[in-house]
């Protein structure tokens, strides 16, 4: 038996939670079908990889169809729910069981915007379930649909806590780290015009940032203007490996998460989990699912959406905190981190499919 992971584009730097399933789930007996690779892919599947952009648009449920018969597919999981209403009417016909993984935006996109998206995501009633990574994210999606609470589940996607076993708690210097995609939802020009003014009062602060995205340009701009180009560096896209040894090393990690304009919406990003289960106090908005990874005052801090003073003067206490309570901070964020086992989510998808 085998499980279909489906994705519409695969590979993405940002989307390790798609890699860990495909790796994962059935002990990797996993086969892909995807539209296409990801420009300039991060990674590449080692299983079984359909790709549907190879064939004209009125063949792909063909090929899809004929892939999933050839490999003795017997469930699926769908990432990201607008693409799971595409495949739908397909698992109905074959009577293949199917999960929709919901994220972001997908659960916060804008009716607005989008008017037929509301309805459109009662197919997603044949499913055995929908999944979630926050009980904010499943709220919202609940209010849009009327699904009962019970069919849709709220589990963090997780990470592989092996990876930080007895993590250092030692840290050199007062820096603070940015790990994530320079896009909207992240806020990255809110989170420089907070550190801005921390190092006004606090001038010994560095930040490192780890990403890339659209609004790179604007925070480069910024930085420029605001006269801190000597604090603050844009590391860009670095390897898993690489970003966790800089949030090991940071005082604290900095994310200024906002609803974009078309509802794009943080759930649980993996870096807030990583930052804990590194020992790494956070100070974050109290946005999505956030306040589901970090409390406030026991294993970071909570501020306001755009509020850059607010969260300027949590940088500014996290960088003056004595030694025994930034060690309680640093204990806490551990403990916690227990809750953010990648294999709790895994154990589940499996379970709902009868593997």
Known sequence: MKIAIIRRDIGNYSETFVRK??????????????????????????CPTLYLANFPRQLRPYAAHAFLVRHGVRGAVCEFLDYAIEWAPLFKRLRMPYLALGHGYDIGRSSRRYPDYQKSLLALGSAQKII????????????????????????????DLGAFQFPKLEREGNKFIFVGRFVEKKSPIYMLMAFYHATRVVPDIELDCIGDGPLMPAAKQLVRCLGIEKKVRFLGIKPHDAVLAAIRNARATIQHSITADNGDMETMPLSIQESLASGTPAIVTDHGGLP?????????????????????????????LDPVSYRTLQTNCIKEAVRFDYKIRISRIESLLGV
């Not at 399933?21 to 080692?46: F, H, M, Q, S, Y």
């Not at 306001?304 to 206490?317: G, L, T």
Request: proline content about 7%.
């Open 292 to 320: 589901e990874i970090v409390k406030d005052g026991a294993t970071g801090y909570i501020v306001p959406e755009r509020d850059f003073i607010a969260m300027a003067a949590r940088i500014v206490r996290m960088a003056k």
């Open 132 to 159: 979630v990574p926050c009980n904010y994210g499943k709220e919202v999606l609940i209010q849009k649909t009327q699904f009962e609470p019970g069919f849709v589940e709220s589990i963090p996607v997780g990470i």
């Open 21 to 46: 399933n495909i790796e994962c789930v059935n002990a990797g007996r996993t086969v892909v079908i995807a539209n296409k690779l990801a420009d300039n892919p991060a990674w590449v599947p080692a």
